[in-house]
């Protein structure tokens, strides 16, 4: 249900535009439809596809069209279930899958055997309320269940010949604290991951004995961040307890895995930090940001721990997504490299072989011959420099005139989302800019990044924000008539803070999933996720400086009568993460101010819309649907087309669209 007063002819039009954007959506999804993704791993003897409601399998060398169905999302007993994450046993005798539901979050998980003859025709077991699973052995299923948002428990399943018994391994008892449990490359040890929004704790479950108890590698303390590999008999460590509380990796014995044990192997130079690691037969893999911004691999040979190689990337990557491969057996580390306009391209890492670094050929109806890739660093009130990516097709210097998307999160030390998406290279064709704002308390420059814009300095994200949009229209990108903000879920806390405190930067906002009531939630320990975000947001309950400071960029309780840009806001009804009530009285309070304003105004101007798209389902991250997906996001670009008074070809019109 989308909220606003329509005039008989705007309904018209907004169908019009809204109906030939899902046209050219369409076409363009279809266009890149055969691109590289991860759903298609390699097995020991088979090929494996993941698709929305089916895994299957086909031999390897075997035509791609004779394929074996393994698992059906029908199984699950209910519609509307999508699968989320796939795990084989080590022989591939056994297969585990999780499906959620469009509805919530929870998820259900199916566990198939994979006889050598027999084509499954129903799960063998059906376990509710997973998230996260792993295999110890054919015959141990190590998993989190979730209680609506939270992981506080690990069971493990044991298969036999007299039964099925399932039985709790661990119970965490702090509530800030997330569990999952994450098998090793080398599939030797199961890792039992409890983390918080600053510290973590590993226990770790050897698969030769898989019924053993839990064994400790470090307690957890103030401040300390670390994730185990395993390879060799040796634990290999990544923790902040490098230069500045930076990523670093660290070696002990198995047989010696707490803190006092760890050595240094490896810290990125000056500027650089550790995004993530793999590992490979005598080599470790790691995937850098360097100085620049600019992604990189530098392997380093684990025998010697010298020779470090640095293997440079295309300029325009921005997002390194790893495939699923028996790297340890390959040596061969295979990974998809994109940007936000380019598609997946697959490349491979032989740290050996003479040319270390190949591509596979591209697609020719993906390439993109005219996309610049520009990185700029805009000045923040502060002095700081925050890094900025920018796409676009024209010249900086003819850019002057296009429409911009400003792309925006800064929240959990996350980074932006730099993935492919096919809308986006629509925009880029149709002479669009679009601009990445890496803001702190993002995590695109390490961990110190994200603690200069969380808690008492959240308020740096947002003057991060204002600086880089006006360095784009110092630089001659744009102008504020033609620019447009996005913004996710907990993006929009800067978002919103920034259309109250600047709003004559933009003419359009788009929210999806939005959190703008900040102080209200932070307050209320009985929602899922309140104490457990104490570390990102502050507790205002206990600490009258942390409610000053939440009140004080708070989107929702910062609303004034003053013009507004027009914005677009898309809400779950049952989005469990972010309360849809939150979000009815955001929109309640500031048309309110706007009207307000429009009221008190002696010359009748431009009156900025608010447009609630109030959408049912509880899916955060938006519909799985491709029809719904599709119609959601016309719905947006028709917006964004009608607001800035573009025609479909991205060009302005002499009157303004019908948003306006």
């Not at 490349?347 to 050996?352: E, V």
């Not at 880089?468 to 993006?491: D, K, M, N, R, Y």
């Not at 978002?495 to 788009?510: D, E, K, S, T």
Request: proline fraction near 6%.
């Amino acid at each position: 249900m989308t909220t606003r007063l329509y005039s008989r002819r705007s309904v018209k039009d907004d169908h019009r535009i809204k109906k030939g954007f899902e046209r050219k959506l369409r076409c363009v999804y279809e266009q890149f439809a055969d691109v590289p993704d991860t759903n298609v791993f390699q097995g020991l003897h088979h090929v494996y596809t993941v698709e929305d409601h089916g895994v299957y399998r086909a031999k390897h060398g075997e035509d791609a069209h004779e394929v074996e169905p393994l698992l059906s999302a029908d199984w699950a007993g209910d519609a509307d279930r999508t699968i989320q994450r796939v795990r084989l046993s080590p022989s591939e005798s056994m297969l585990a899958a999780t499906l959620k539901s469009n509805h919530s979050e929870a998820s259900r998980c199916l566990i198939v055997r994979l006889e050598p003859c027999a084509i499954p025709q129903e799960p063998m077991l059906i376990l509710d309320n997973v998230f996260s699973f792993e295999w110890a052995t054919d015959d141990v299923l190590y998993y989190t269940t979730q209680e609506g948002l939270r992981c506080r428990h690990v069971c493990r399943l044991h298969l036999t010949n007299t039964g099925t018994y399932s039985m709790l391994v661990y119970e965490e008892k702090d509530p800030e604290f997330f569990v999952e449990v994450i098998r090793t490359k080398d599939q030797r040890l199961l890792t039992i991951n409890c983390s918080s929004k600053s510290s973590s704790e590993v226990w770790m479950i050897d698969s030769r004995s898989p019924l053993s108890p839990p064994k400790l590698v470090q307690r957890r303390q103030p401040g300390l961040l670390y994730h185990v590999e395993h390879y060799d008999n040796q634990l290999y460590i990544l923790a902040n307890t490098g230069p500045s509380h930076e990523y670093e990796l660290l070696r002990t014995p198995l047989s010696s895995p707490a803190m006092c044990y760890w050595e240094p192997v490896f810290s990125p130079g000056p500027g650089a930090v550790i995004k993530d690691m793999e590992m490979l037969p005598d080599h470790c893999v790691f995937i850098v940001r360097g100085p620049q911004g600019r992604l990189q691999l530098q392997t380093l040979p684990l025998k010697t721990l010298n020779d470090l190689r640095i293997h440079h990337l295309p300029s325009w990557a921005c997002a390194v997504e790893t495939e699923h491969s028996d790297t340890l057996k390959r040596n061969v580390f295979r990974f998809l490299l994109s940007s936000p306009v380019h598609p997946p391209h697959r490349f491979l890492l032989s740290p050996t072989d003479e040319r270390p670094l190949s591509c596979e050929e591209v697609l020719q109806h993906t390439a993109l011959p005219e996309c610049h890739t520009t990185r700029l660093q805009a000045i923040s009130q502060d002095g700081t420099a925050v890094p900025l990516t920018l796409f676009h097709t024209k010249s900086l210097a003819d850019l002057s005139d296009v429409p911009l998307l400003v792309h925006v999160y800064g929240a959990y030390g996350v980074d932006l989302s730099m993935a492919f998406s096919p809308e986006k290279r629509l925009l880029l064709e149709d002479n669009w800019a679009l601009a990445y704002c890496h803001v702190r308390g993002g995590g695109e420059c390490g961990l110190t990044w994200h603690r200069a814009g969380c808690l008492q300095h959240k308020q740096k994200g947002v003057e991060d924000l204002a600086a880089c949009i006006q360095t784009l229209f110092q630089s001659g990108v744009s102008q504020p008539e033609l620019t447009a903000l996005t913004a996710h879920s907990a993006g929009a806390v800067l978002a919103g803070a920034l259309c109250n405190q600047q709003p004559h930067l933009l003419r359009a906002v788009l929210m999806q999933a939005p959190f703008l009531d900040v102080l209200s939630t932070m307050q209320d320990s009985s929602l899922p996720l309140t104490v457990e975000e104490r570390g990102e947001w502050g507790d205002p309950l206990a600490y009258t400086r942390d409610w000053d400071n939440i009140a004080s960029y708070c989107p929702y309780h910062n609303i004034t009568p003053q013009l507004y840009p027009s914005m677009l806001i898309t809400a779950y009804s049952e989005d469990s993460r972010v309360p849809l009530a939150g979000v009815l009285k955001y929109v309640k309070k500031l048309k309110k101010a706007i009207q307000t304003h429009t009221r008190n105004l002696r010359t009748k101007g431009h009156v900025p819309a608010v447009i609630l798209n109030r959408q049912p389902g509880g899916d955060h991250f938006g519909p799985e649907d491709y029809d719904q997906s599709i119609c959601e996001i016309a719905r947006q670009l028709a917006f964004l087309y009608a607001t800035l008074g573009l025609s479909l070809h991205g060009s302005r019109q002499n009157k303004r669209g019908s948003y306006s």
